[in-house]
């Protein structure tokens, strides 16, 4: 580009263009929204009945047993069969420590002692009966209900979801030494 009266101080942009490589902008979904597809039963039967049908089990176990692992209907003893391998080798309760005993006690409607064996146990109990909603709905109309967010939400709600899952952790255990669970 050669210095004359009629360009000085413009910018030949195809040089410009030429010299720096365009930056690749990357489109960016703002919205979080709802979608609804009808579907037909076969897909259905594939995704939503499965999920629907570990949730209702899910939710009639933790009706029928109570947090100290017991039948109520029959008071026979369940304890034995489970421990946390991560708690029994190290002494130390795991992330997800109590979250059996705290689904058990949201069973019997007692969110205070859920709340003791695990910070997050009622709100993921509220949460998957909110699903299981959800699941209903979809089955009942037959459309399958699914939620587009949008690349920076999905990256928030995994690291706020850490970082929570970690508070917990830390919650449970000063709890538990306060209490006597550990």
């Known amino acids: 580009m050669a210095c004359n009266p009629n360009n000085i101080g413009r910018i030949n942009l195809d040089l410009l263009s030429r010299a720096i490589p365009p930056v690749q902008v990357r489109r960016m979904e703002k919205n979080s929204r709802f979608l609804f597809h009808q579907v037909s039963w076969r897909n259905l039967a594939r995704v939503e009945l499965p999920m629907l049908a570990l949730l209702t089990l899910m939710f009639a176990v933790s009706a029928l047993v109570s ?35 705290s689904f058990l006690a949201m069973g019997s409607l007692d969110a205070g002692q859920a709340f003791i064996f695990h910070p997050l146990g009622p709100i993921i109990f509220v949460l998957l009966a909110g699903l299981a909603v959800f699941l209903v709905a979809s089955v009942a109309s037959r459309r399958r209900i699914s939620l587009s967010i949008s690349h920076e939400l999905r990256h928030q709600l995994i690291v706020w979801g850490t970082l929570v899952v970690l508070a917990a952790w830390v919650v449970k255990i000063i709890v538990w030494n306060k209490t006597g669970l550990i």
């Open 67 to 101: 947090p100290d692992f017991e039948l109520k209907v029959t008071g026979w003893s369940l304890s034995p069969l489970y421990t946390c391998p991560f708690f029994f080798l190290t002494g130390v309760p795991c992330l997800l420590c109590g979250m059996t005993r």
